[in-house]
């Protein structure tokens, strides 16, 4: 059995109910209400404003209600309506960038997976201490500009799509950035992006066994970003300030991508040793997460982040992936949300999956 995470109270709403899939309009939501009905649950979209009329185009993907408030600063009052629903929140980048990570870790909903795992991603010393505590080998990172030797990118805090990072190719080069928040200073690790799907099912008892349950591989991909992009990054980004761009890394797109097979035991070694840690550290982490990393041309395994949800990249696999047909065929990470809370339900362990 795995590690309660829900109490009896907030699990008092699903009691007798079949629960209504839920998220917000926005990010991964057309594949969560998309994998929520072949599993043959109903679904509720939250909106801010009016409802999205672009849903109307994708008829099997579209919620089956909307629920929504002027802005999202108002979502938190919805809970009493949201319990009253039989609502299962669905988490995605966009709940914690908008909400903000503590103000959607004590929403009074049932929430899909471990919503303490959010004060370990979003900050980021925490998430490296979790991260490097598990094994994983990271890029440098530096104290203070001082510090610095070779190329680096600067990150903020938190779910931003690559909003405001920032590149220097040297100490002197980092001098003109100006921060707007929190951030940290990393190593600019050349190699291969490659940003790991995995789902971790407390309840499965098959597969490739970590803790009490089983890790799954269900896709893969690279990311395209705004106005710079790979190889030429370093030198491009003088020349796009001499021309008055300021270059950006905010994602705009993904493109699947797959592993050499021989390095998949490497990429499974590494997200097992995560999720074992995670157990340690905050009772686990469920479902759906990423791991995001370079891979060197000495084929070392450099991860920088670690994203704790479903990640945008899967929206390139709704009808399954090259990993995910090896474990059931047209399985997105949606539809396998919604297996798990189905399954969840009829075995009686929803408190191990609901928090």
């Given at each position: ?7 009896a ?8 109910h ?10 991964s939501?057309?594949?969560?209400f ?30 089956d ?14 809970a ?25 870790r ?9 919503r303490?795992?959010?004060?370990w ?10 991260l490097?505590?598990?094994?994983a ?7 203070n500009a ?23 190719k ?16 990393q ?5 291969t992006?490659y ?8 309840l ?12 799954e ?19 491009a ?19 699947p ?22 157990i ?11 791991i995001?990393g ?35 065929p047209?399985?997105?990470t ?13 075995l ?8």
């Amino acid at each position: 059995m795995g590690i309660p995470l829900a109490t009896a109270e907030r699990l008092a709403p699903l009691v007798g109910h079949s629960p209504t899939i839920t998220t917000l309009c926005s990010h991964s939501s057309l594949q969560i209400f998309h994998g929520a009905r072949k599993e043959g649950f109903r679904t509720l979209g939250l909106a801010a404003g009016p409802a999205r009329r672009f849903y109307d185009a994708f008829p099997l993907a579209r919620p089956d209600r909307f629920l929504t408030v002027p802005k999202m600063a108002d979502l938190p009052s919805t809970a009493d309506h949201l319990r009253g629903e039989a609502a299962v929140i669905i988490p995605h980048g966009s709940f914690v960038e908008y909400m903000g990570a503590e103000t959607f870790r004590t929403w009074d909903v049932p929430v899909y997976g471990n919503r303490n795992v959010l004060a370990w991603e979003a900050d980021r010393e925490k998430s490296r201490e979790w991260l490097e505590s598990a094994g994983a080998t990271m890029p440098r990172r530096y104290e203070n500009a001082a510090e610095v030797d070779g190329p680096v990118i600067v990150k903020y805090y938190g779910a931003k799509g690559g909003k405001g990072f920032y590149l220097a190719k040297n100490r002197e080069a980092l001098e003109d950035f100006r921060p707007t928040g929190p951030y940290v200073i990393q190593e600019y690790v050349l190699g291969t992006r490659y940003y790991m799907h995995f789902f971790y099912s407390p309840l499965s008892d098959r597969g490739y066994r970590v803790g009490h349950g089983s890790l799954e591989l269900l896709g893969m991909d690279r990311r395209d970003e705004a106005n710079i992009d790979e190889l030429y990054k370093l030198g491009a980004q003088e020349e796009l300030l001499r021309a008055g761009i300021r270059p950006t890394f905010v994602v705009t797109g993904n493109v699947p991508v797959v592993l050499r097979e021989s390095l998949l035991p490497r990429a499974f070694d590494v997200a097992a040793k995560i999720v074992e840690r995670s157990i340690e550290l905050f009772g686990g982490m469920v479902g759906p997460f990423c791991i995001e990393g370079i891979m060197t041309e000495e084929l070392e395994f450099k991860v920088f982040e670690i994203s704790t949800r479903i990640v945008a990249g899967t929206n390139l696999f709704i009808s399954g992936s090259p990993y995910s047909d090896f474990v059931e065929p047209n399985l997105s990470t949606g539809r396998r949300i919604a297996q798990e809370i189905r399954r969840a339900q009829e075995l009686g362990r929803l408190a191990e999956i609901i928090s």
